[in-house]
C-alpha cells in the first residue's frame, strides 16, 4: 500500500494543533462531506480535511471535509495544475 506523505513535507508544515482542527471540521461536517457540486451537497461519509485554498492558511473557513473521492480528484486536478504550470515557465 503507498503511503502518501512519502516524501511529502506537508506533515511538517501542519500546525501543532492540526488534530483539534480536523476534530472541529468534523463536526462542523456532521461527518459528511462538504463538497457542493450544482447545488447539490455530497453525501458520502467525509474522511479527510483539506485546504479549501492556500495550503498555509489553516483557518476552520478554508478547511473542509471531504470524502475520500472528492478529496482524491480534487488533489490530483491540482497536482496536474502544478505540472502544468511547471511546464509553461
Known amino acids: 500500500m503507498p503511503v502518501p506523505w512519502k516524501g511529502s513535507r506537508r506533515r511538517q508544515e ?3 494543533n492540526w ?17 457542493v457540486e450544482s447545488a447539490t451537497r455530497c453525501v458520502m461519509t467525509a474522511a ?7 495550503a498555509h492558511d ?3 473557513l478554508n478547511l473542509q ?3 475520500r473521492r472528492h478529496h482524491a480528484r480534487k488533489t ?5 495544475r502544478a505540472v502544468r504550470l511547471r511546464g509553461e515557465r
Do not use: I, Q, T
Open 14 to 16: 501542519l500546525p501543532d
Open 19 to 35: 488534530p483539534e482542527l480536523c476534530k472541529m471540521v468534523a463536526e462542523r461536517s456532521g461527518g459528511v462531506c462538504e463538497l
Open 48 to 54: 479527510e480535511v483539506d485546504h479549501r485554498g492556500p
Open 58 to 60: 489553516h483557518s476552520l
Open 65 to 67: 471535509h471531504l470524502c
Open 76 to 80: 490530483g486536478a491540482e497536482g496536474a
